[in-house]
């Protein structure tokens, strides 16, 4: 077992010629990529983090199809296709891989991981060695969505792997993305890298991971977790919920005291 965070992608880049007017290379992300001419990944966990369209799940998507794996997820054995929403920047990303291999992988999308448990049904009742034992033995499909994504964090991902993950907090409540986050901290630990996309402010306190945030003008820096953009506004909101209301709703004076759990 490994004592130290691993990596396996050092540096993604992205092919010379694209056309950066069009989708999905006008992304403040991927505008962002050409420009830099790189994106460097540290061991362990790092997470990318952004308003809605600035292009971190593309992006995510585009990695893992550049690695191989299949768009709708799963490992990169999996080889299926319910409908094909994936963008072309897959193919036009160049990954610089290490030299150590990852034990085992796997892509996670929060919006299709009902095909990936369809797929997996289907393979096990097509014989061979079955598949869902490790996925905790029983079928993703008689958990609740969050049971599931836990069952295959905890069963599924194992030492020294590769992990992309586009927004996994989707399907989990906090106590939950707090089970994960003690996960991924294992998982770490153990040699493995992993790649999210997320909105969690509990996820992204995970002691030693790397935040990345895209801004609106498509800049992407390292910030700290104090500074990422989920953890301030959840901080201010909870702090002032009503001065928020006020803002959004137009509510004030006497109505905004009708709301009294604030």
Same mark, same amino acid.
């Given at each position: *077992?490994?004592?130290?965070?691993?990596?396996?992608?050092?540096?993604?880049?992205?092919?010379? /010629?694209?056309?950066?007017?069009?989708?999905?290379?006008?992304?403040?992300?991927?505008?962002?990529?050409?420009?830099?001419?790189?994106?460097?990944? %540290?061991?362990?966990?790092?997470?990318?983090?952004?308003?809605?369209?600035?292009?971190?799940?593309? $992006?995510?998507? !585009?990695?893992? @199809?550049?690695? !191989?794996?299949?768009?709708?997820?799963?490992?990169?054995?999996?080889?299926?296709?319910?409908?094909?929403?994936?963008?072309?920047?897959?193919?036009?990303?160049?990954?610089?891989?290490?030299?150590?291999? &990852?034990?085992?992988?796997?892509? $996670?999308?929060?919006?299709?991981?009902?095909?990936?448990?369809?797929?997996?049904?289907?393979?096990?009742?097509? /014989?061979?060695? %079955?598949?869902? %034992?490790?996925?905790?033995?029983?079928? &993703?499909?008689?958990?609740?969505?969050?049971?599931?994504?836990?069952? $295959?964090?905890?069963?599924?991902? /194992?030492?020294?792997?590769?992990?992309?993950? =586009?927004?996994?907090?989707?399907?989990?409540? @906090? +106590?939950?993305?707090?089970?994960?986050?003690?996960? *991924?901290?294992?998982?770490?630990? +153990?040699?493995?890298?992993?790649?999210?996309?997320?909105?969690?402010?509990?996820?992204?306190?995970?002691?030693?991971?790397?935040?990345?945030?895209?801004? =609106? =003008?498509?800049?992407?820096?390292?910030?700290?977790?104090?500074?990422?953009?989920?953890?301030?506004?959840?901080?201010?909101?909870?702090?002032?919920?009503?001065?928020? $209301?006020?803002?959004?709703?137009?509510?004030?004076?006497? =109505?905004?005291?009708?709301?009294?759990?604030?």
């Amino acid at each position: *077992m490994a004592s130290a965070p691993g990596r396996f992608i050092r540096q993604i880049r992205l092919a010379p /010629g694209v056309d950066d007017s069009r989708y999905p290379f006008s992304l403040p992300a991927v505008r962002q990529l050409a420009r830099s001419g790189a994106l460097t990944l %540290p061991p362990g966990v790092t997470f990318l983090v952004g308003e809605n369209g600035a292009g971190k799940s593309t $992006l995510i998507e !585009g990695i893992a @199809v550049a690695a !191989g794996f299949n768009p709708e997820g799963g490992s990169r054995n999996f080889r299926f296709t319910t409908r094909a929403t994936e963008s072309e920047l897959g193919e036009h990303l160049v990954l610089a891989w290490d030299v150590r291999k &990852p034990r085992t992988d796997f892509f $996670l999308r929060a919006e299709s991981y009902y095909n990936v448990a369809s797929e997996i049904e289907r393979l096990d009742a097509a /014989g061979g060695r %079955p598949l869902l %034992p490790a996925y905790g033995g029983v079928s &993703p499909h008689e958990r609740s969505h969050g049971e599931a994504f836990l069952d $295959l964090a905890t069963h599924r991902f /194992g030492p020294s792997g590769l992990y992309l993950l =586009d927004e996994p907090e989707a399907a989990l409540s @906090v +106590q939950s993305c707090l089970a994960l986050l003690a996960r *991924m901290h294992e998982l770490a630990a +153990q040699g493995s890298q992993l790649l999210v996309a997320t909105h969690s402010p509990v996820l992204l306190a995970l002691p030693g991971a790397t935040i990345l945030e895209i801004s =609106d =003008d498509g800049g992407l820096e390292q910030v700290a977790f104090e500074q990422a953009l989920p953890v301030r506004l959840t901080r201010e909101f909870l702090e002032a919920p009503g001065r928020f $209301l006020k803002n959004l709703l137009g509510t004030g004076g006497a =109505d905004a005291n009708r709301n009294s759990w604030y």
